[in-house]
């Protein structure tokens, strides 16, 4: 995987690419895992990660690609999809017990949405449960630090790497 | 000729199927069987190419592609097929024209070959978010003002009163109204208001909002062309097709928008060409669009600018007028902002690439990648109609050469592009006029391609 990664990176491979390894990568582990368990050892995990589009935003290519990378790099990865309803990425978060909770959107219309959530966190009182990171195309660092997110993703390999920074920092 | 309820009727018929079986097990591998079966090859050293015969053998490509993959529809989780008389049939009768605005600015949309010297039709392309009412209104007038302009783009209204318009809310409704009133009143001060408007309605994202805001008494006319989307890659949904459907039902123009990613599904460049071109007959296939509007685009920056994009869009450009009568808008996406060199490089750049290789029409080049609230000028508009015009006078072998110049000049800073200024901080705000600077840059940029070899007026 580190290998599809990199060539994924200096642009001699693509999506398809690093989705079939992502997919063999699962395979493989599905046979592994039960093996490594068995001797009383454990897969090591970074962390759980609640992975949305957020609501009226149908993009959903950049999402796949930083999903792929997290999956990856040891990340449990939830993925509920575009177009998703604030409450419906809380909801998600809570009920699969995710670490950080990442949003994409494509769309300066639909980039209110991350702010959105990180607003509700606040009101439910639950914004220091999670880390937000947020990406796509119009979002920035400066967009990032306005809204309070934990952090900026320009590519997944920035995704995987902030989540990592994040999650040591946590444990 | 298929209508919309025989597209319907497909997407609740068609092959079931869960969306990542169709991506994984239908479209990916089928586009990679395509490019092998018909020797596709990206061709790094030439951004441009001259060969008729590969053009053709693109084109096939996307015939065979389309038959083999069809269209996935969302809501149904079903493909909308089609048999390959039926994508000939629609080829055969495609119109290859289309008629667009009102009285004095009425105009013609049609056709280009390769190496054409014919001038294309010149779409001023301003549609991004704008935060105020009145630098909209004063970048429109500008951009309209421009006497080659054949149609323009209304930018989209960031928000209403202080409300975002997204989400297919009320915000987003009354937002779409008004920035059809805006935008029409900016085009009567420009003296120009039969001007076709092809991109309604820009400000509503959602169908619901675009649909609602569409009636008479809110500004909109017949004369004037919506945009109707595809979902990356190959994929619609019932607002998409309800869409379509109200806006051929109510008389107006259906303009087709599509923008198959470069490293997302599609691959590398040879699959993405066979895309791009597929994607301009599902165009006359599924949305019996009017005209379309075009740009592959690059999965990590963002723009249409890249070495490979430049290459695919001239590709399948070429591929596209050679064989396929839908008069297709290219769109360029800048890296850089307005104000900055890179920027008209890059514009340079794409126009080379695909005004000689037959584009019908082109529409002014989006800076920032499109995505910076108040990002774009009349400035830009004045230089892609001088580049627009240089191109059409030159051939495919000529501006093979000049693009890889240009590219020189650019392409080390692709990822990390000057982002330049704002509307309001490059050009007076009460009188429109740009900045001193900001001529004077523009003047030596000319120049500076003129020495070049770029055949400017």
Not at chain 2, 209 to 232: E, K, M, V, Y
Not at chain 2, 367 to 396: L, Y
Not at chain 2, 439 to 448: A, F, G, I, S
Request: glycine share 10%; with cysteine; net charge negative.
């Amino acid at each position: 995987m580190e290998v599809v990664g990199a060539q994924f990176e200096s642009g001699d491979s693509f999506l398809p690419e690093i989705l079939m390894a992502s997919g063999t990568f699962s395979a493989a582990m599905e046979i592994i895992k039960p093996a490594i368990e068995a001797k009383n050892q454990q897969v090591r995990k970074e962390g759980t990660v609640l992975l949305a589009t957020v609501k009226g935003d149908l993009h959903n290519i950049g999402k796949n690609i930083v999903g792929a990378g997290m999956e990856t790099n040891g990340f449990e990865v939830v993925d509920i999809g575009v177009n998703q309803p604030t409450l419906n990425i809380i909801e998600a978060a809570d009920k699969n017990k995710a670490d950080i909770i990442a949003l994409s959107s494509l769309m300066t219309s639909t980039i209110p949405n991350q702010k959105e959530l990180i607003e509700v966190l606040k009101e439910m009182g639950i914004r220091d449960k999670y880390f937000v990171l947020v990406g796509g195309g119009p979002v920035s660092q400066k967009w990032a630090d306005e809204i309070g997110a934990n952090g900026y993703g320009e590519t997944a390999i920035d995704a995987v790497n902030i989540s990592r920074n994040l999650m040591s920092g946590h444990k | 000729m298929l209508n919309m309820l025989d597209i319907y009727e497909r997407a609740i018929k068609g092959p079931i199927m869960n969306e990542k079986d169709f991506d994984m097990e239908v479209f990916i591998p089928w586009l990679k069987a395509v490019v092998e079966k018909y020797g596709i090859k990206y061709d790094r050293e030439n951004p441009v190419p001259s060969d008729d015969r590969a053009s053709d053998n693109l084109f096939e490509a996307a015939v065979d592609f389309m038959r083999q993959v069809g269209v996935y529809c969302k809501d149904t989780n079903r493909v909308i097929q089609f048999t390959e008389d039926e994508i000939r049939q629609v080829l055969r009768e495609a119109p290859g024209k289309c008629f667009l605005g009102e009285g004095k600015d009425a105009g013609v949309l049609g056709m280009r070959k390769p190496d054409e010297p014919k001038y294309p039709w010149f779409h001023s392309g301003t549609g991004i978010a704008f935060s105020s009412e009145e630098n909209m209104t004063n970048m429109l007038e500008g951009c309209a003002s421009i006497a080659e302009i054949n149609s323009i783009s209304f930018p989209a209204l960031e928000n209403i009163r202080g409300f975002p318009s997204g989400g297919g809310s009320p915000a987003e409704f009354y937002a779409s109204i008004r920035g059809i009133n805006i935008g029409m009143q900016a085009i009567k001060r420009a003296g120009r208001p039969g001007l076709p408007v092809m991109n309604l309605i820009s400000t509503a994202a959602t169908s619901r909002s675009a649909i609602a805001a569409s009636a008479p008494q809110f500004g909109c006319r017949r004369t004037d062309g919506w945009l109707c989307g595809t979902i990356a890659e190959f994929k619609l949904d019932f607002g998409i097709m309800t869409k379509i459907a109200y806006v051929h039902s109510s008389g107006a123009l259906v303009g087709v928008e599509t923008a198959p990613i470069m490293g997302g599904y599609c691959g590398g460049p040879d699959g993405t060409a066979v895309a791009s071109t597929a994607y301009i007959i599902m165009g006359l296939l599924v949305h019996k669009g009017n005209y379309q509007l075009h740009f592959p685009i690059h999965f990590k920056y963002s723009c249409t600018t890249t070495r490979d994009v430049i290459w695919i869009n001239s590709v399948s450009c070429q591929a596209a007028s050679r064989n396929i009568r839908m008069p297709v808008i290219w769109d360029p996406y800048c890296a850089a902002g307005p104000n900055t060199k890179m920027l008209m490089y890059e514009t340079a750049a794409y126009l080379l690439s695909v005004i000689p290789s037959g584009a019908p029409a082109f529409e002014t080049s989006h800076p920032a990648k499109g995505v910076m609230v108040d990002g774009f000028t009349p400035m830009e508009c004045k230089w892609n109609v001088e580049m627009g015009k240089a191109a059409s006078r030159t051939k495919r072998e000529e501006a093979n050469e000049l693009v890889n110049r240009l590219l020189e000049k650019y392409e080390s800073r692709i990822d990390n592009p000057p982002t330049g200024s704002k509307y309001q901080e490059c050009h007076d705000v009460i009188t429109g006029k740009p900045h001193e600077s900001y001529v004077q840059l523009y003047n030596e940029v000319k120049e500076e391609l003129a020495d070049l070899g770029i055949p400017f007026e």
